[in-house]
């Protein structure tokens, strides 16, 4: 499988909004609705921010939501603060038992 | 609280293999699946595969076949990652995660990770 594609970076201001985009194909993305984002920051462990394209675990703020368009997946964070500055990467179920995650994206709190 | 405590990290010589533990608590081990997710330095996630504690079952990503041994240990809550035949792009972060298993393929507890270096 072929990893997603995200963009390398993405950035905003403080209180703005960002949406980073996750692009697969109708066998990963589009095919399923287990996409999933995770954060990162340097040195630490992923955190799984959504899940099921568009669910948040308890205790993630609901600044962070996610949806899905055809093969395309979104992250958007509302009201940017600036630890949201980290790592992001989603993933994706592939079929088969697979899993395929995206490249990252970098987000910058200007 | 769940927690996944992984090894220390491992020095390695190219050929050689290495193992990776990572120690489950807080939970029941068997009712999730353990997944292992790499990181190469100042890169992405790569996913290597998982194990189903219960039932001894594994799926391995293609480019892993036939290198990477996922087993557990379910008497002391225990999932282990063996990789065969280091070479030095298998320098990365090694990371286990609890997956709820059936469809669902998203991980909310991660180990701390376990830093395996291939160098001659």
């Known amino acids: 499988q072929s990893a997603l594609t995200q963009p390398p970076s993405a950035s905003g201001s403080p209180g703005q909004s960002v949406t980073i985009s996750c692009t697969g194909t109708s066998s990963d993305v589009g095919g399923y609705n287990y996409v999933s984002w995770y954060q990162q920051h340097p040195g630490k462990a992923p955190k799984l921010m959504v899940y099921e394209v568009s669910r948040r675990p308890s205790g993630v703020p609901d600044r962070f939501s996610g949806s899905k368009s055809g093969n395309t997946a979104s992250l958007t964070v509302s009201g940017l603060q600036a630890e949201d500055e980290a790592d992001y990467y989603c993933?994706?179920?592939?079929?088969?038992?697979?899993?395929?995650f995206g490249g990252g994206t970098k987000l910058t709190v200007l | 609280q769940v927690q996944l405590v992984q090894s220390g990290a491992e020095v390695k010589k190219p050929g050689a293999s290495v193992r990776v533990s990572c120690k489950a608590s807080g939970y029941t081990f068997t009712d999730y699946y353990t997944h292992w997710v790499r990181q190469a330095p100042g890169q992405g996630l790569e996913w290597m595969g998982w194990?189903?504690?219960?039932?001894?079952?594994?799926k391995y990503a293609q480019k892993f076949q036939g290198r990477v041994t996922m087993t557990t240990d379910t008497s002391i809550n225990t999932a282990y990652m063996e990789l065969s035949r280091l070479r030095s792009d298998d320098t990365a972060v090694y990371y286990c995660a609890r997956v709820p298993g059936g469809p669902r393929y998203d991980s909310d507890c991660w180990g701390q990770g376990t830093l395996v270096t291939v160098s001659s």
């Open positions: 993933s994706s179920y592939a079929g088969s038992n697979n899993l395929v």
């Open positions: 194990i189903n504690p219960n039932s001894g079952d594994t």
